[in-house]
């Protein structure tokens, strides 16, 4: 009977040692992995927002906008290692229901890392663009470092520095922010009166000029972002003075879109570090015991037998 119970006893502690590797290695990375038919919306606001209609020829100043964003899988244009999510924003003035912008873009990422791959008609508003860096999200596991990340309106990838740890509406989150200064994004023609030239006929072509302040909340485990606010400005300079503003304002996440992120991430938050730390460890300290055990128990059966 100690003989049958040792060898049970070995039987499970070595199972268990086996199963611990599996879960740390093969389990958890087959979770870490962005899903294929991801389908996502979220809204940014601005309040008091300053922006040129081009329709109506004419600066709004303290509107207040929202810019709503879907992005949606393409299953079938993507593959084990890459997702191909196609993205569509537009941008209204909310209290005069009017239609300020819209982009689309279209990118292939990692589904583990997040970095963008250079595939399957990657382009943003239907012009190719190769977009490097990070591009919908950060890594699983995203490090206290700084990354790269891709800019949808100057198509640049720059740097976007790790600011620090803070809790974001209730959830341990990494920040990061992103600084652009000064890019000329295209050019502007547009009649010399309304760029305040008024010595001059005709239109006249300047250079649109773009800066942002990107700041994003990611929750590290899952590389999901729970937080997003940018401080925008674009504007029309000719011979290095701008003369018009074309849109000024600072545009955040709302509460509904930040609750939705946070419950996105709400399962990885939890199964991750349950499947690649607590259990691995438990299987391991439980496995080890009931071999040790079984080994003490077999010993002790071999001393009995040579006694008798």
């Given amino acids: 009977m100690r003989r049958t119970a040792a060898v049970v006893f070995i039987a499970l502690g070595v199972c268990l040692l086996v199963l611990a590797p599996m879960l740390r290695y093969w389990t958890a990375e087959s979770l870490m992995k962005a899903p294929l038919d991801y389908y996502n919306q979220t809204v940014n606001r601005g309040e008091d927002v300053t922006y040129f209609s081009a329709e109506e020829t004419e600066l709004v100043e303290g509107a207040t906008v929202e810019a709503y964003t879907t992005v949606r899988g393409d299953v079938a244009a993507s593959d084990e290692n890459t997702a191909v999510w196609d993205q569509f924003t537009w941008v209204k003035d909310v209290e005069r229901d009017f ?28 012009e ?87 700041t994003y909340w990611i929750e590290p485990s899952t590389g999901v972002p729970i937080g997003l606010s940018e401080d925008q400005h674009r504007g029309v300079v000719v011979d290095g003075e701008e003369r018009l503003v074309l849109f000024d304002g600072t545009m955040v996440w709302d ?25 691995p460890l438990v299987f391991l300290a439980v496995g080890a015991v009931l071999v040790l055990a079984g080994g003490l128990l077999l010993i002790g059966t071999g001393v009995r037998n040579t006694a008798h």
Avoid: W
């Avoid at 819209?102 to 990422?109: E, F, L, Q, V």
């Avoid at 341990?172 to 001059?200: C, H, N, W």
């Avoid at 399962?267 to 991750?272: A, D, E, F, S």
């Fill in 255 to 279: 509460d509904e879109t930040i609750e939705a992120q946070i419950e996105s991430a709400e399962q990885g938050m939890t199964m991750l570090p349950l499947v690649r730390t607590v259990i």
């Fill in 128 to 214: 190719d663009a190769e977009q490097n860096g990070q591009i919908f999200k950060f890594p699983f596991l995203t490090e206290q470092r700084d990354y790269r990340f891709f800019d949808t309106t100057s198509r640049l990838t720059r740097p976007i520095t790790f600011e620090g740890e803070e809790a974001y509406h209730g959830v341990d989150a990494y920040r990061f922010e992103q600084v652009i200064e000064s890019e000329k994004v295209g050019e502007r023609t547009l009649p010399a009166s309304l760029l305040g030239m008024d010595g001059e006929d005709g239109d006249i072509t300047g250079d649109e000029m773009y800066s942002i302040t990107r």
């Fill in 99 to 126: 239609a300020i912008s819209s982009t689309y873009r279209r990118a292939g990422h990692d589904r583990f890392t997040g970095r963008g791959v250079d595939c399957c008609d990657s382009s943003v508003n239907d």
